[in-house]
C-alpha cells in the first residue's frame, strides 16, 4: 500500500508555471505507475498525464500536452508535475494516483490510491 500527498498548488496568473509534487510513503514506490488527474468545481476528474514505474513512459490529455511535464524521482519517492503557460481552465483540485504495475494507465478507475488533492486556480 502507498499513502500520497500532493503539495505545490497555488493561485497564479495566467501564462504563469506551477510545480506539482506528490511525496509517496510506503514500499516500493517503483513497481507503481503514478498518474495526476484534476476536478474543477461541476465537473467530473479528468486525466491530465501518467508515468510508468522507471519514467520511460509519459502519457498526456490533449489539453495539457506541449505545457505539462511528468516526472519522477524514485529514490526519493516523488513525482512532480511541472506546469507552463498555465490558462484559467486549468484551475482545479489536482490529484496524484498510484497503480501498481508496469504499463502507464490513464483511466482513473485503474488507480487505487491517491492523496488529498491540491488546488490550483489560474487566473485571467
Known amino acids: 500500500q502507498v499513502r500520497l500527498v500532493e503539495s505545490g498548488g497555488g493561485l497564479v496568473q495566467a501564462g504563469d508555471s506551477l510545480r506539482l509534487s506528490c511525496a509517496a510513503s510506503?514500499?516500493?514506490?517503483?513497481?507503481?505507475?503514478m498518474g495526476w488527474f484534476r476536478q474543477a468545481p461541476g465537473k467530473e476528474r479528468e486525466f491530465v498525464a501518467a508515468?510508468?514505474?522507471?519514467?520511460?513512459?509519459?502519457y498526456y490529455a490533449d489539453s495539457v500536452k506541449g505545457r505539462f511535464t511528468i516526472s519522477r524521482d524514485n529514490a526519493k519517492n516523488t513525482m512532480h508535475l511541472q506546469m507552463n503557460s498555465l490558462k484559467p481552465e486549468d484551475t482545479a483540485v489536482y490529484y496524484c494516483a498510484a497503480a501498481a504495475g508496469l504499463v502507464v494507465y490513464t483511466g482513473s478507475n485503474d488507480y487505487p490510491y491517491w492523496g488529498q488533492g491540491t488546488q490550483v486556480t489560474v487566473s485571467s
Open positions: 510506503g514500499r516500493a514506490f517503483s513497481s507503481y505507475a
Open positions: 508515468i510508468n514505474w522507471s519514467g520511460g513512459r509519459t
